[in-house]
């Protein structure tokens, strides 16, 4: 198994530029999310999904868009990209048994908007 | 969610066991308690995690109060490779609610 993957690990764009940060898992988890962690900040919970074609806003959903048409893929889109979201990007998955499971997390895409 | 208060920092000598306190005061009684680590800058580890009874695997324990509103995390034998920041977070039981609130963690430093 290859657990959780995300693409790409390095991405530099411009400030007004647009891309998606792949993430995919091969674990049939129902619940997938999508974190970002700054400097001296923990995690934050951008967006979440318990399900295909199921997504919630986290803590900090401005500025990122998610769509869930397959368990498989919970890509993550950044509309018009802007320096404040230079950050590293985690996404987690988990069976969705609630709190009796550990969330599985990939190894991230570090993000740099100039 | 309950949100969880560690040190930020912690140095422990290699070959000795690292206890690392968590404070979970607020803490619900469907509330697990979970640890990641995350070295240097890879994705969170999953270490161990428990609801009331203390827990044990092959990397480490879990020792919770009676209470439940603190936890420790010991790594038996520390060795170099422990060196990470860790998280101590508490997450909900009910399936679809899995927002996690992750705070700045303790950074553990072992030392030679």
């Given at each position: 198994?290859?657990?959780?993957?995300q693409t790409p690990k390095f991405?530099?764009?411009?400030?007004?530029?647009?891309?998606?940060?792949q993430c995919a898992q091969d674990?049939?988890?129902?619940?997938?999310?999508?974190?970002?962690?700054?400097?001296?900040?923990?995690?934050?919970?951008?967006?979440?999904?318990?399900?295909?074609?199921?997504?919630?806003?986290?803590?900090?959903?401005?500025?990122?868009?998610?769509?869930?048409?397959?368990?498989?893929?919970?890509?993550?889109?950044?509309?018009?990209?802007a320096p404040s979201q230079t950050?590293?990007?985690?996404?987690?998955?988990?069976?969705?048994?609630?709190?009796?499971?550990?969330?599985?997390?990939?190894?991230?895409?570090?993000?740099?908007?100039? | 969610?309950?949100?969880?208060?560690?040190?930020?920092?912690?140095?422990?000598?290699?070959?000795?066991?690292?206890?690392?306190?968590?404070?979970?005061?607020?803490?619900?009684?469907?509330?697990?308690?979970?640890?990641?680590?995350?070295?240097?800058?890879?994705?969170?580890?999953?270490?161990?995690?428990?609801?009331?009874?203390?827990?044990?695997?092959?990397?480490?324990?879990?020792?919770?109060?009676?209470?439940?509103?603190?936890?420790?995390?010991?790594?038996?034998?520390?060795?170099?490779?422990?060196?990470?920041?860790?998280?101590?977070?508490?997450?909900?039981?009910?399936?679809?609610?899995?927002?996690?609130?992750?705070?700045?963690?303790?950074?553990?430093?072992?030392?030679?």
């Amino acid at each position: 198994n290859a657990g959780v993957t995300q693409t790409p690990k390095f991405q530099v764009l411009k400030t007004g530029q647009s891309m998606t940060l792949q993430c995919a898992q091969d674990m049939n988890h129902e619940y997938m999310s999508w974190y970002r962690q700054d400097p001296g900040m923990g995690l934050r919970l951008i967006h979440y999904s318990v399900g295909a074609g199921i997504t919630d806003q986290g803590e900090v959903p401005n500025g990122y868009n998610v769509s869930r048409s397959t368990t498989e893929d919970f890509p993550l889109r950044l509309l018009s990209a802007a320096p404040s979201q230079t950050s590293v990007y985690f996404c987690a998955s988990n069976p969705g048994t609630g709190g009796s499971s550990p969330l599985h997390f990939g190894n991230g895409t570090r993000l740099t908007v100039t | 969610d309950a949100k969880t208060t560690q040190p930020p920092s912690m140095d422990c000598a290699e070959g000795r066991a690292a206890n690392l306190p968590c404070n979970h005061s607020t803490i619900s009684g469907n509330e697990y308690v979970y640890w990641y680590r995350q070295i240097h800058s890879q994705g969170p580890q999953y270490i161990i995690h428990g609801l009331k009874n203390n827990e044990t695997n092959e990397m480490a324990s879990l020792i919770i109060t009676e209470d439940r509103k603190s936890s420790t995390l010991i790594l038996p034998h520390a060795t170099l490779r422990d060196t990470a920041v860790y998280y101590c977070i508490v997450r909900v039981a009910n399936f679809g609610n899995e927002k996690l609130t992750f705070g700045t963690g303790t950074r553990l430093t072992i030392i030679p």
